[in-house]
């Protein structure tokens, strides 16, 4: 389908094309064979719409998740050439991971692309035809300091030993890998135990209408959703991630601004978050390898709005514990969004394939890690000291629900004496 666009858009041809249709004479999608036996016989994905590449697209959606918007204001606002090709000169992984089963299995990664961070390597001919293809996943390296990691030094639980932590100041160095969402329908649907063609509907209608080819393109396998991604940190030397003989402490973290890095108090978010790091880096100087995995699912992947909403209708409400579940669900539909059911991909792509000691509570966590046929050996609670007082209300709700405790396992009557802080006094904050 076509029609007239506006003469001030010099940038693109005259005709916009809203859709295409598997028959098109334009439609021509280079090969992309999910799970084939090589990076070759795969083939690279391409979703960009540039000039040279708008016909041989064999995804749908954009590079960079949410951020493709700000592409396109860079490019209408004449920061940016529509037809720019980045320059991908020593941008080449610090590590080379080992490719695993899982890189070759269509079922076991189905939501990021794992040769995503060696396109340069693999695909340099479609790069250097003009196509524009671009890495989705990006491995470097750092030295980062955390204030409750340098405490942890300081304390003595943590040593110095001039090759992971560095020095009293907490520096530490860490292997980072960035990946952003590049999903396999099918495989997607399939983890959801959901038709494809249901789920490619549901992205349709719920994106605003903006993936049009996910209704006329049941040919097209791929997209890129405007979402957020995932951090991986590695302490230790990278190779051992994937050792099964070697000792793995692993947290998966799931975003929260407000805790994270402002410290707000009403969630356990950032002290298991550290937590998880000091005893990663713990592992790491054992001998062991210790990973943190970073998700950009803030707020339960409800965003913050809703979560302020939540906020507010619990402390207006009377902040107890039984209610608190109920307060999210009254205000968003459900009390959570996350679905952890594609977050083992990053895992099966790490070449993990059992967790010695997983930092977090999380049934949903652990049942999505196990039903992949990773094995837990040991559950780690976040420390009751640790535990900011008015987040009382969160953690023992949570652990009411099913979340792993070594404590004592808590009661519906118990849930209604567990009660947050109020807002008294706050009017009194004048200056
Ligand atoms: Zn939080």
Not at 259 to 288: H, M
Not at 347 to 365: A, E, P
Request: aromatic residues 8%; charged residues 25%.
């Amino acid at each position: 389908m076509t029609t007239t666009q506006h003469p001030s858009t010099e940038h693109y041809s005259n005709r916009i094309v809203l859709t295409t249709y598997p028959c098109q004479s334009v439609a021509n999608p280079i090969p992309l064979t999910w799970g084939a036996a090589s990076p070759t016989e795969r083939g690279p994905v391409i979703v960009s719409r540039s000039k040279n590449t708008l016909s041989k697209r064999n995804a749908i959606g954009a590079h960079g998740g949410s951020y493709a918007i700000y592409t396109a204001l860079a490019i209408a606002s004449g920061d940016l050439e529509p037809d720019f090709r980045p320059n991908f000169l020593n941008t080449q992984p610090t590590f080379n991971f080992t490719p695993q089963p899982a890189w070759f299995d269509k079922t076991k990664i189905v939501s990021l692309d794992p040769f995503g961070h060696d396109i340069v390597k693999h695909y340099k001919h479609y790069l250097e035809s003009g196509i524009d293809a671009r890495p989705t996943i990006a491995i470097t390296r750092a030295t980062m300091r955390v204030s409750e990691v340098t405490e942890a030094i300081k304390t003595g639980r943590l040593p110095i030993d001039g090759s992971i932590v560095l020095n009293p100041h907490g520096d530490v160095r860490v292997t980072k890998v960035a990946a952003e969402p590049v999903w396999y329908l099918p495989g997607v649907a399939s983890r959801f135990g959901v038709e494809e063609g249901v789920l490619r509907r549901a992205l349709f209608e719920h994106s605003g209408g903006s993936y049009p080819e996910l209704i006329t393109r049941p040919d097209i396998k791929v997209f890129l959703p405007p979402i957020g991604g995932l951090t991986v940190y590695i302490f230790g030397p990278p190779e051992r991630v994937s050792d099964p003989n070697i000792r793995l402490a692993l947290r998966v973290h799931d975003e929260c601004n407000g805790s994270d890095v402002f410290q707000s108090d009403i969630c356990t978010c950032r002290p298991y978050l550290t937590f998880g790091i000091e005893e990663a880096v713990k592992e790491a100087q054992n001998g062991g390898s210790g990973v943190v995995i970073y998700f950009r699912k803030e707020g339960r992947a409800l965003g913050e709005v809703v979560k302020y909403l939540v906020y507010n209708s619990r402390k207006r409400g009377g902040d107890t514990a039984d209610k608190y579940f109920q307060r999210t669900e009254n205000i968003a539909g459900t009390k959570d969004m996350r679905f952890q059911a594609l977050m083992p991909d990053i895992l099966h792509w790490l070449g993990i394939t059992k967790i010695d000691r997983m930092l977090s509570m999380s049934n949903m966590k652990h049942d999505a890690i196990v039903e992949q046929g990773i094995p837990i050996y040991e559950r780690v609670p976040i420390p009751d000291e640790m535990i900011p007082e008015d987040s009382r209300v969160e953690i023992d709700a949570k652990i009411h629900s099913g979340y792993f405790t070594t404590g004592k396992q808590i009661t519906e009557d118990d849930l209604k004496q567990v009660k947050g802080r109020g807002w008294e006094s706050w009017e009194d904050v004048t200056h």
